[in-house]
Nanobody
């Protein structure tokens, strides 16, 4: 497992944009880019929903239907982050957003995304979209 930390959550108006970042903090011999990284979100009383995934090489991505065309997942090698650009936000996008990585490097988890395929999780960052 690798440590993960999210940032960028905030309160925005519907139609606005946010950019979330996921970093693997600390000095280590591994890199976040050794792993596929996913973004999940969760609202109280509901299961976590996997919304986006990027392969460790950055050449494959996946989006849930609920966010396809509005969200973009990407790697930023300069900042060593995996980002989630969220545009055209809707109130139903309000949730705690988590980044996650599978237990093994160079592994592209099956889609649609399932919590059980991911071993490393951040603590989450809150996104609130008001109408």
């Amino acid at each position: 497992q690798i440590p993960l930390r999210e940032s960028g959550g905030a309160s925005v108006q519907a139609g606005g944009s946010l950019r979330l970042a996921c970093v693997s903090p600390g000095d280590s011999h591994y890199s976040i880019f050794d792993y596929s990284v996913a973004w999940f979100r969760q609202v109280p009383g509901k299961e976590r929903e996997g919304v986006a995934l990027i392969s460790n090489f950055g050449d494959e991505t996946y989006y849930a239907d609920s966010v396809d065309g509005r969200f973009t997942i990407s790697q930023d090698p300069a900042k060593r982050t995996v980002n989630l650009q969220m545009n055209s936000l809707k109130p139903e996008d309000s949730a705690v957003y988590y980044c996650a990585a599978p237990d093994h490097s160079n592994y592209y988890p099956p889609r649609p995304l399932r919590e059980r395929d991911f071993a490393s999780w951040g603590q989450g960052t809150q996104v609130l979209v008001s109408s």
